[in-house]
């Protein structure tokens, strides 16, 4: 069966790009500080060696429109171009394209639909900065086939974050029960507290530091049942309008199991939101 | 309430480059032609199999029209859209990084929670 060698949950900054590459009087005084964590972060996907990337994120309404919006979507398809025009003209960028896992995919779809979790799929889809930001961060060669995974944390009415937990728990089961050599890695990314669009936008910190302070705690720990217990989506507001993307952290948490503490555990205090970074290694770390 | 269609509006002039500067230049004629022309588009089907009910309220098609952020928001449209259409068109006019927006965020500081809702 296939071997799941590293579990790894982070934030997506679509501003680290241009930060890591801004040189002179462009780069942020934060940069070195931001590249040399992210450095250590990628070393902990490059030690565990993958051979396929199960990343999981959320689409910010490019492909998938109010028209006809899934919760849960995997993607099936032997390419996926990725990043999108308005995130070149905001954030600076690049266009990817990134092998696809087909047989990977249809395991998980197979799955999924016989657990419990009515997934929609898609064969041909265009990836954005959920997906593309953790490749630029963890693994910039860009060279490893993907499953993207989409989960609605975007437009209303959303799924309970318990679902986002088991959600995770049926990915890893599933990855645990292909019948392949292959080691694998699931990455997903989310966010802390976060407001876009709103009166809290923008401050020196993310808009709620106690939150964050607590949500790094139950990552860190794997504290499913701490987290579950105060997060609602009623509760998701409270910390910034955009903070319903953290259900994605919850379902990475899922992956990797109650009471599990991660590997690595790193963050970084920015202007608007904070950066987490975390790793787990299921088989234990690699020698 | 059509936030539906407001937000239609948002997600369809943003990832059009030159829809984003003709509704920088020109609200009232783009918002027009919008209505009239492409409201009832479904995306992703043929024009002649189009919608026949959507039509923005007045409140919202004035706040289009003014380029009112602030009035979207109250309205519930989505302000992830909001936001990223305005950076396209009004960052450029404040060269200091940021500066809009904060400036954007200051102008919604009477607001608090919880904040209108922005289900569709």
Not at chain 1, 68 to 92: C, H, I, S, T
Not at chain 1, 249 to 259: I, T
Not at chain 2, 67 to 82: C, M, R, W
């Amino acid at each position: 069966m296939a071997q799941v060698v590293a579990i790894i949950a982070s934030t997506h900054h679509p501003f680290y790009y241009r930060a890591s590459t801004a040189v002179g009087d462009e780069r942020p005084p934060f940069a070195d500080e931001w590249v040399a964590k992210i450095e250590r972060f990628r070393e902990t996907l490059t030690r565990a060696r993958p051979d396929v990337l199960v990343m999981v994120g959320s689409d910010h309404f490019h492909q998938l429109w109010l028209d006809n919006m899934p919760q849960f979507l995997v993607g099936k398809a032997p390419v996926y171009d990725a990043n999108w025009y308005n995130e070149e003209r905001e954030f600076g960028l690049p266009r990817l394209r990134l092998e696809g896992h087909e047989e990977l995919s249809s395991h998980i779809l197979r799955g999924g639909l016989d657990s419990g979790f009515d997934l929609a799929f898609s064969n041909e889809l265009r990836i954005d900065h959920s997906i593309t930001c953790p490749i630029i961060t963890l693994r910039p060669e860009a060279d490893l086939p993907i499953v993207p995974i989409y989960t609605n944390i975007f437009a209303p009415p959303l799924p309970q974050p318990k679902r986002f937990v088991e959600l995770g728990r049926t990915i890893r089961e599933l990855v645990e029960a292909w019948p392949s050599d292959q080691r694998v890695a699931i990455i997903g990314t989310g966010h802390l507290s976060l407001e876009l669009g709103g009166p809290r936008q923008f401050g020196p910190h993310g808009p709620d530091p106690d939150f964050d302070r607590r949500a790094v705690e139950w990552i860190a720990n794997g504290d499913l049942e701490g987290c579950l217990g105060e997060v609602t989506l009623d509760s998701l507001h409270l910390p910034g309008n955009a903070t319903h993307g953290f259900m994605d952290f919850m379902l990475m948490m899922g992956v990797a199991g109650q009471g599990v503490r991660a590997d690595h555990v790193d963050s970084l205090d920015l202007f608007h939101t904070m950066e987490a970074y975390f790793t787990w290694y299921p088989e234990g770390a690699p020698a | 309430m059509s936030k539906y269609l407001v937000n239609k509006f948002l997600y369809t002039v943003d990832r059009d480059p030159e829809l984003v500067e003709r509704y920088r230049t020109d609200p009232a004629g783009t918002v027009g032609w919008w209505e009239k022309t492409q409201a009832n588009r479904i995306l992703n089907v043929p024009e002649a199999e189009a919608s026949t009910w959507l039509a923005f309220e007045e409140a919202e098609r004035a706040a289009l029209v003014a380029h009112d952020h602030v009035a979207l928001f109250e309205l519930g449209a989505h302000p992830f859209l909001t936001l990223t259409l305005f950076i396209a068109m009004f960052e450029r006019d404040h060269p200091e990084p940021l500066s809009y927006q904060k400036a954007y965020g200051q102008a919604l500081a009477h607001l608090s929670l919880p904040y209108p809702d922005i289900a569709t």
